[in-house]
């Protein structure tokens, strides 16, 4: 009867223990998944209150002919220059704009711009430069170009205000052409 009464004695102390060590494991992952959650929740409580994305009115905007070349389907499987010269409203300022990039075709049939440098010149000789980057898809006889502008630091005079902004950009080529241009902030 004592052995039994031992072996009873062990088995309980041993299933005690082991509950305490699954227990102890148990609560650790559980710990470690609720700081998890606290953390992801964290991060999305500050992605709502601190990141926000605004584009409002646009900075630049352009009205213009397109010549009678850019209305021709374009050869979409050779690389070439995409060069272009306009007159717009950059925040009520009259402003020329002129640039040029690489065109290069894509497997999907849509062309990216690429390499592309331009310059924004206001009547009173404020200059801003920018490098950018397009994506360009053809449907219904309209070419639509989005893409990305990053202003350089050299901007001078009225225009200085655009040192190193980056800005968003659609254009749609039809009958004819608008440009327009936002500040991302």
Sequence with gaps: ??????????????????????????????????????????????????????????????????????????????????????????????????GNGLMVPREDGSRSISDGRALFTSEDGGVASYSFQAIINTEDNVTKHLGAAFFDANATGNLEYLKSIVGVYEALIGKQGSFAMWELK
């Design 1 to 98: 009867m004592k052995v039994i009464y031992c072996f009873l004695v062990v088995l309980v102390g041993t299933m005690s223990v082991y509950s305490l060590i699954v227990f102890a494991t148990n609560n650790e992952l559980l710990y470690a998944q609720v700081q998890e959650q606290n953390q992801t929740d964290l991060i999305q409580k500050q992605i709502d209150q601190e990141i926000h994305l605004s584009l409002g009115n646009p900075i630049y905007t352009e009205i213009f002919t397109v010549p009678k070349s850019q209305n021709n389907t374009e050869d979409n499987l050779t690389d070439s220059i995409y060069s272009f010269s306009g007159n717009g409203t950059l925040n009520g300022l009259q402003v020329t704009a002129t």
